[in-house]
């Protein structure tokens, strides 16, 4: 059998507390436990420079394997993968991690559930588990049970529950798949009914929790089942007992090949998750924001009107030092591995605007269990001050340059969100002087942005202050209601970007060479943006060209990383990334046709 190849062909699993990346073959081949920044349990996505390894997998490999569909049941996150040879003969299986309510709370264990069945004929299979600890140095100790494995680690204990012959399991020897099996890895807690009923309660449990959870959104009409493969991941990608959304479930999937782009993406970035609690509110699914606004309180409380760095552990963790982890070699053996991310020590500041955005329709919006009140407006007029103080000072911008400060334009920009929403809540609590005070802030940062960042050279909005780099981020100008789309100004800028920055339908996010070069590979986010822009200027008809045109570039089933590498159409960077999956709901709301023109 050959060694399958690492791809981003995979798809994910989880339920708010978990996740799991799962390949084509139905594989494990990432997962951290018990937290999405965790160390991971099953690491072999970052450890296949010769193919997916043994080690470091969770997988149930079929005799003869040919070929494989998967698939998502409608309207889950409950994934199903079948598994054929060359005869026909084959196997499904069944992954998810439980998510339901019971006892009036949410049952979100940390728990991976795989069910297998044959499909046809007398399918023979092996089931492989090999957790590791310490990134992949620690090998467990393995304590054997009536009906279950424990794998002991430096970090904890995992439990195996199953019903397939242990001796088989732990030795990894084919055997014959009669009857259906389950495989229950997660904490080391004694199941309280038998394996294959809890396994079967949990999925129909499950399944119903999520098509409910579906069925409350207001979808567009065209590319539902787009808006809605992209809420579920936003919605795994949210830490819930925290309320932290995450940037993406990985790290160090290159930006590009052999170009050493490679970051832990596995933390909350007060910037995406913004955006992430924007596009689900769109589609009136406000609960993620509930719980996400828990989490930005204290990271605005515990600044204290100071410093907020651009991104927090999913525990409030303040220090992320970056490290590479040596002993493994990288996707597809591009390295390095890194864990941390350096950009906490960076000033960038467009995050006070971000903070005030991500809370500002908690002050607005009656359906919440908690709105915002005075005092929330008063802590998030400490986040203004920064904002106005910083507002033309330079930094590290939204891209995270290591090597230079500049004024960036997306910087500013964002401290002008943040004095003009300000100005906008004050008028909620009748509070006259306040909306004056920080509407005439908001005006003056915007007059100095139109002067400042305007190049008549490029005949665009630059990307910092006296600059003439074009840079994507400026399209963000129209959308947070900074400019007119129809400006002329606006539109001379989306002419000139395009020219610049794009390959087709696919957009880089700038031209000047950064701390590596110049960007190899097309950043999704930005192409989503064009869109976003191109239809508030009335071209409507060639946004809906592109849109289709990066819908087609999603994996099977429907998921996309950060990056894309415009010649072969192929996935690069941390996977599922939440920007590109915001882009896919914010592009569907914003081109889709109303409801009204077919019911």
């Known amino acids: 059998m050959s060694v399958p190849t690492a791809s981003l062909d995979a798809a994910l699993i989880g339920n708010c507390a978990i996740s799991a990346l799962v390949d084509q073959r139905g594989a494990v081949v990432w997962c951290c436990m018990p937290r999405f920044d965790g160390d991971p349990i099953f690491h072999a996505l970052l450890d296949s420079a010769q193919g997916l390894p043994q080690d470091g997998i969770l997988c149930v490999e079929l005799e003869g394997f040919a070929r494989s569909e998967q698939a998502y049941d409608p309207g889950t996150a409950v994934l199903r993968t079948r598994l054929y040879d060359a005869a026909g003969e084959g196997i499904e299986i069944v992954d998810f991690c439980p998510r339901f309510f019971t006892r009036d709370r949410a049952f979100r264990p940390t728990q991976i559930v795989r069910r297998v069945r044959p499909l046809v004929g007398h399918p023979r299979v092996r089931c492989i588990v090999r957790p590791r600890g310490e990134w992949g140095t620690a090998a467990p100790q393995i304590t054997r049970g009536s009906n279950h494995l424990r794998f002991v680690l430096p970090a904890g204990v995992l439990r195996l529950n199953t019903n397939a012959p242990l001796t088989y399991v732990l030795d990894g020897t084919w055997f014959s798949?009669?009857?259906p099996v389950s495989l229950l890895?997660?904490?080391?807690?004694?199941?309280?009914?038998?394996?294959?009923?809890?396994?079967?309660?949990?999925?129909?449990?499950?399944t119903l929790y999520w098509r409910h959870w579906t069925r409350r959104l207001a979808l567009p009409l065209e590319w539902q089942d787009a808006v809605i493969r992209s809420a579920i991941t936003l919605k795994l990608c949210q830490f819930e007992e925290t309320g932290a959304i995450v940037a993406a479930m990985t790290t160090s999937i290159p930006e590009a090949p052999n170009t050493q782009r490679n970051w832990d993406y596995r933390y909350c970035w007060l910037r995406d998750a913004f955006f992430v609690v924007r596009a689900l509110n769109s589609l009136s699914e406000v609960g993620t924001m509930e719980d996400y606004l828990r989490w930005l309180n204290d990271v605005v409380r515990g600044a204290r009107g100071g410093h907020v760095q651009p991104l927090y552990g999913i525990g409030l963790e303040k220090t992320l030092t970056e490290r590479f982890v040596p002993n493994l070699s990288g996707y597809r053996g591009m390295g390095p591995v890194r864990v941390g991310n350096q950009a906490f020590e960076h000033f960038q500041y467009d995050v006070y605007g971000n903070v005030v955005l991500g809370a500002s329709q908690a002050?607005?919006?009656?359906?919440?269990?908690?709105?915002?009140?005075?005092r929330d407006f008063i802590e998030l007029e400490g986040m203004g001050e920064q904002a106005w103080r910083f507002h033309d000072q330079p930094d590290a911008g939204m891209w995270e340059l290591r090597t230079r400060a500049r004024v960036h334009t997306s910087s500013s920009l964002m401290c002008w969100a943040a004095c003009d929403r300000l100005a906008k809540i004050a008028t909620v609590f009748g509070k006259s002087e306040r909306n004056a005070f920080w509407r005439a802030r908001a005006d003056a940062i915007r007059s100095k942005i139109l002067e400042q960042s305007w190049s008549e050279q490029r005949q665009a909005f630059v990307e910092s202050f006296g600059g003439k780099d074009l840079d994507a981020s400026v399209l963000l100008m129209a959308e947070v209601g900074f400019i007119e789309p129809r400006d002329p100004r606006f539109v001379k800028t989306v002419q000139a970007l395009e020219d610049t920055l794009c390959d087709g339908p696919f957009m880089r996010r700038y031209e000047a060479p950064d701390d590596f070069g110049k960007p190899e590979t097309a950043f999704n986010v930005c192409s989503f943006w064009r869109i976003d822009a191109l239809a508030r200027i009335g071209r409507t008809a060639q946004a809906r060209e592109i849109f289709e045109a990066l819908m087609a570039r999603r994996n099977h089933v429907g998921l996309l990383s950060e990056d894309l590498k415009v010649d072969s159409g192929e996935l690069w960077g941390n996977f599922p990334q939440t920007y590109s999956m915001v882009g896919v709901i914010n592009g569907a709301v914003r081109l889709s046709q109303p409801w009204d023109v077919m019911v």
């Open 177 to 179: 798949l009669q009857v």
């Open 185 to 206: 890895l997660g904490a080391d807690e004694t199941l309280s009914a038998g394996i294959e009923e809890t396994a079967r309660e949990f999925e129909e449990q499950t």
């Open 363 to 374: 002050f607005f919006d009656h359906r919440l269990l908690r709105r915002a009140d005075l």
